[in-house]
């Protein structure tokens, strides 16, 4: 790079980090006022957002593919129905503000609050689709979102956005709600993840931008490679399977991260299931033409070639130099392996298959968890397979969040064939070094405040009467006191202990811990069954102790010193259930009897 290349350079990367700082702090404006709105009123957003950009689902679909060169233009149309219908029609009831939740049997009420201000990091490979669902769900949980498109996708993720933000507008949205970087670099990008004013990140990318959301000291979701393995069990519908497999392969040119990206058989329907992916356009290369298509298709870092991401099959063998028939969809590589010795068993982002023969569902369970190791782990997986019992213990064995049965991987991950959840950004939970294993929605976005009623009694000890080491040294056992009954009235112990007993077990104490003179005299011992019991107050006393509540005011708080004092004089102090007590002063006061309990 030269110095004026450079230069350039360094003043964008300022221009990027000065616009994420200043839509940050619009959008943190924009959250106060989003978090006063009612639920009837974000409805109101949301569906207007969501009915201005489905016109124009093909025309962002053909923008997208003009600039960035990846997928189909009737799949991307498709992708951009599923954020803007699909999507909205399954958030569309789901409360998000106020009380969302009751659970009667256990007495919580819960509550939900906005998490705050998302950073969304839109890809180049699903631009629009992604971005209507971020700012549809962003939105819907009554959060602020600034989106930061791909370098590469800049003109059709804006032009998204620009759409969404202006039919919020008209609805009652606050300015700021809805915000997109127009100089975009990694340091402005870095910049809008890490500033103040975000609390949550959504990241759909690679490795490298997974990782530095990750990294951002923010909570994130974040989704990595997919690399997803479909099995065919010998007792599948074969037809059905090669069709599925081919038809999410082919989906937009397999750019979604939850594309088939290898195929494992049982050897005894290999063949048939390779004749059905033939007469669907499959070609199998042959051992040379494989290595050759590797050379170009991955590369040194084993990662997909950015020039021949989401082109079709034909665009990418005529690159490779390769001749293959009229009409071929799909290349499919027969491989023995998986990892860094076989190229083409990595996430291929392209209409690119591995394939891999196994004896049995078992040798096929680990073919599969290879597979993920490589480059998909918590991601997505399928199996075709009418056996019950197998496709359970698929279920209970693989390290996937997602496990398409008898579906399209691509399809069932997203909940267009399926019942999951519908969503574009897919976690890989612990796994995948995810925060969730979840498809994301606006509940994700939420907190949830719960309000818990007591639905059984506390039991306390009552340590603040004696301490842990004189119950110890005097053999006395902790009492429990049950705080569903009345609280005892201070005063009402009628075993109080004498205090030249409790001033000799705590010059005891002291001097086993090595505090006191030498010459102090020895600790007198007194066990605990000596001490005499504390007489009841008799008539007179009580007639005393009646007349002391009418004659001084309630004392707020009682000390050891006050209580000496009161001993002094001569007189009671009258004592109620918000005085504060010291230890030594209840002990001391009790004992002697120098308290009285106001009515």
């Not at 290349?5 to 989003?34: H, I, M, P």
């Not at 818990?452 to 119950?471: G, K, L, M, N, Q």
């Not at 075993?495 to 505090?515: N, Q, T």
Request: glycine share 8%; with cysteine; charged share 20%.
């Amino acid at each position: 790079m030269s110095v004026e290349d450079a230069g350039q350079q360094a003043s964008r990367d300022q221009q990027s980090v000065s616009e994420a700082g200043t839509l940050a702090v619009s959008a943190r404006q924009a959250q106060t006022q989003l978090t006063e709105l009612s639920q009837e009123q974000i409805d109101r957003i949301v569906t207007a957002m969501a009915e201005a950009v489905t016109p124009h689902a093909e025309a962002l679909a053909r923008l997208a593919v003009e600039e960035t060169g990846y997928g189909v233009v009737a799949d991307k149309i498709q992708k951009n129905l599923f954020a803007s219908d699909r999507v909205y029609q399954f958030i569309r009831p789901i409360r998000t503000v106020g009380v969302v939740n009751r659970i009667e049997d256990r007495k919580i009420i819960e509550i939900a609050e906005p998490f705050g201000v998302v950073a969304a990091i839109v890809p180049s490979t699903n631009p629009t689709s992604t971005a209507i669902y971020n700012v549809l769900i962003a939105l819907k949980a009554r959060c602020a979102v600034i989106i930061s498109p791909h370098p590469s996708a800049v003109r059709c993720i804006t032009r998204t956005v620009e759409i969404l933000a202006e039919a919020a507008a008209g609805a009652g949205a606050p300015a700021g709600s809805i915000g997109w970087m127009n100089t975009v670099t990694l340091d402005g990008t870095q910049a809008l993840m890490k500033h103040r004013e975000v609390a949550v990140i959504l990241a759909t990318g690679g490795m490298g931008l997974v990782r530095a959301a990750y990294s951002a000291g923010k909570p994130a979701y974040g989704v990595g490679p997919g690399n997803a393995p479909c099995y065919v069990e010998r007792t599948a519908d074969i037809a059905k399977a090669a069709s599925d497999i081919l038809v999410g392969k082919t989906f937009d040119n397999g750019v979604l991260c939850s594309s088939p990206n290898s195929v494992v058989v049982d050897e005894s329907v290999s063949e048939e299931l390779a004749r059905e992916c033939e007469a669907r356009g499959a070609y199998f290369l042959n051992t040379a033409e494989a290595e050759v298509l590797a050379a170009a298709l991955v590369t040194p870092q084993r990662l997909p070639n950015p020039a021949l991401v989401g082109k079709s099959a034909a665009f990418i063998a005529a690159q490779a130099g390769l001749s293959v028939p009229e009409g071929t969809r799909v290349l499919i590589a027969r491989l023995d392996g998986v990892g860094r010795d076989y190229p083409l068993s990595i996430e291929k982002l392209a209409p690119v298959l591995s394939w891999y023969v196994v004896s049995d569902w078992r040798e096929g369970c680990e073919r599969c968890i290879q597979v993920l190791r490589y480059g998909g782990m918590g991601h997505t997986m399928s199996i075709h397979s009418r056996a019950e019992d197998v496709i359970l213990e698929f279920g209970l064995k693989k390290p996937a969040g997602r496990i398409c049965v008898n579906t399209p991987t691509t399809h069932g991950s997203i909940g267009l064939t399926t019942g999951l959840d519908p969503a574009l950004t897919l976690g890989c939970g612990g796994w995948g070094g995810n925060i969730t294993s979840d498809n994301i929605s606006p509940r994700h976005l939420l907190n949830i405040k719960r309000l818990a009623y007591e639905i059984r009694p506390a039991v306390v000890t009552r340590a603040f009467f004696d301490s842990v080491e004189t119950e110890k040294r005097s053999g006395a056992q902790a009492t429990t006191i049950d705080v569903s009954q009345p609280a005892a009235r201070v005063g009402s112990r009628r075993d109080g202990i004498p205090v030249e007993v409790l001033a000799s077990r705590i010059d005891a104490f002291l001097a086993s811990k090595g505090f006191g003179s030498a010459s102090a005299p020895p600790p007198v011992s007194v066990p605990p069954a000596s001490v005499p019991p504390v007489p009841l107050p008799s008539e007179a006393e009580e007639a005393t102790d009646a007349a002391a509540v009418t004659a001084a005011p309630v004392a707020e708080f009682v000390c050891e010193e006050d209580v000496r004092e009161a001993m002094r004089a001569g007189r009671k102090l009258v004592v109620g259930e918000k005085t504060i007590l010291t230890p030594l002063a209840r002990d001391l006061g009790e004992t002697e009897r120098v308290f009285v309990i106001a009515p």
